[in-house]
């Protein structure tokens, strides 16, 4: 996002930064989502709680742990999600995936079904749900 650090890309990923705050939402969203999956990286045994008369103080944790877990998995591929639109978005602003290799042009494409090049600012949630459902269904 930063133009001092991305090769000479315009700041954001937008044709027109100043103008529009192309990616710099997302940014802000990744960072977030990354800042929760290393919370809920914590063990749940540090949650204990005595239970049935101080037999049972670390099985009740499992489902805890399980729906951490899972909670995880979602911002995770939510973060990938943001990340493989703003690649596809660095791809169109280089001049387009012709010079990817095979596999990379793939995951491009399937982001292109569902995502277009972002020339204004708009709103981007429904594109990230359905990149994120496609990284959960196995299809990107």
Do not use: W
């Amino acid at each position: 996002m930063d133009d001092r650090f991305n090769q000479g890309l315009p700041a954001n990923l937008t044709p027109e930064p100043g103008l529009n705050s192309g990616f710099k939402g997302m940014q802000l969203s990744v960072t977030s989502l990354a800042c929760a999956v290393r919370q809920m990286a914590g063990p749940s045994s540090i949650h204990s709680l005595p239970t049935e008369q101080y037999n049972q103080d670390v099985v009740s944790l499992g489902m805890h742990a399980a729906v951490t877990a899972m909670d995880a998995l979602e911002c995770l591929r939510n973060e990938t999600a943001m990340v493989l639109l703003a690649a596809a978005q660095a791809v169109d602003l280089r001049g387009g995936p012709a010079k990817l290799g095979s596999g990379s042009r793939r995951v491009y494409a399937a982001v292109r079904q569902l995502a277009r090049f972002q020339d204004r600012d708009r709103a981007m949630e429904h594109e990230v749900a359905a990149v994120s459902a496609k990284i959960a269904a196995g299809q990107v």
